[in-house]
């Protein structure tokens, strides 16, 4: 049975996990943590930094939750203007070859996206927001894209998702379970980590028809 770290543990991996994510540029960065849950804190100078941040926390064993309370700040000569912003956006949308560009319609006010608009398959909204959110001068972005509304055969999601998690032998190594109820799936069952709880929530929002997935999935410290 595995032993599981201190906070005071947790608190040192994560900052050693900042300092060699070379994405983030950690000084200024404050860590706190508290039975697993981890709280980000402090200012970076790009929305890029803030995700890198939120990604290098959780790839850190021991974590269960990551608070992100870190605060962009964007400033300086050279800082793209919201009109700058809405271009780069644009062609960001209209170069990725997984969203359906002429679909979506950006907004940008002081340095913040918010994307609208409609399309068919949950992956294309979260496509379109990885599309943006690396952009220089983005301080944040809200996706109020929707999905399409469709009939939805939940008995063959439901077959579809379980076939596609077993080809990566998820399903049945990990013992999860597959809820279609409507456009909505839920997950649950234990995982190792959060990068594998991301990896079969990714997994299911390739349903078709699929508007939502409810992340119920246990991180399990101590089956190793």
Do not use: C
Not at 94 to 109: G, Y
Not at 163 to 190: F, I, K, N, P, Y
């Amino acid at each position: 049975m595995q032993v599981t770290k201190a906070d005071s543990q947790v608190q040192l991996d994560v900052l050693e996990e900042l300092r060699w994510d070379s994405r983030v540029r950690p000084a200024g960065l404050g860590v706190d943590v508290n039975e697993g849950v981890v709280v980000l804190s402090g200012r970076v100078d790009s929305y890029a930094r803030k995700l890198a941040a939120r990604e290098a926390a959780h790839r850190v064993a021991g974590v269960l939750d990551v608070a992100d309370e870190i605060e962009v700040v964007v400033s300086g000569e050279g800082t793209p203007s919201d009109a700058e912003i809405a271009e780069a956006a644009r062609s960001a949308l209209t170069w990725s070859v997984l969203v359906p560009d002429e679909r979506i319609q950006t907004t940008v006010s002081d340095g913040w996206i918010t994307l609208d608009g409609e399309v068919d398959r949950r992956t294309e909204r979260a496509d379109a927001e990885t599309a943006v959110q690396h952009l220089q001068g983005v301080r944040g972005v809200t996706n109020l894209i929707r999905i399409a509304a469709r009939h939805v055969d939940t008995a063959a999601v439901r077959a579809a998702i379980e076939e596609a998690l077993e080809r990566r032998a998820e399903r049945e190594a990990r013992h999860l379970d597959v809820r279609v109820e409507g456009d909505t799936v839920t997950l649950s069952g234990s995982v190792h980590d959060w990068s594998e709880a991301q990896a079969i929530v990714q997994t299911a929002s390739h349903a078709p028809g699929i508007h939502a997935v409810k992340n119920e999935l246990r991180i399990d410290l101590f089956d190793r």
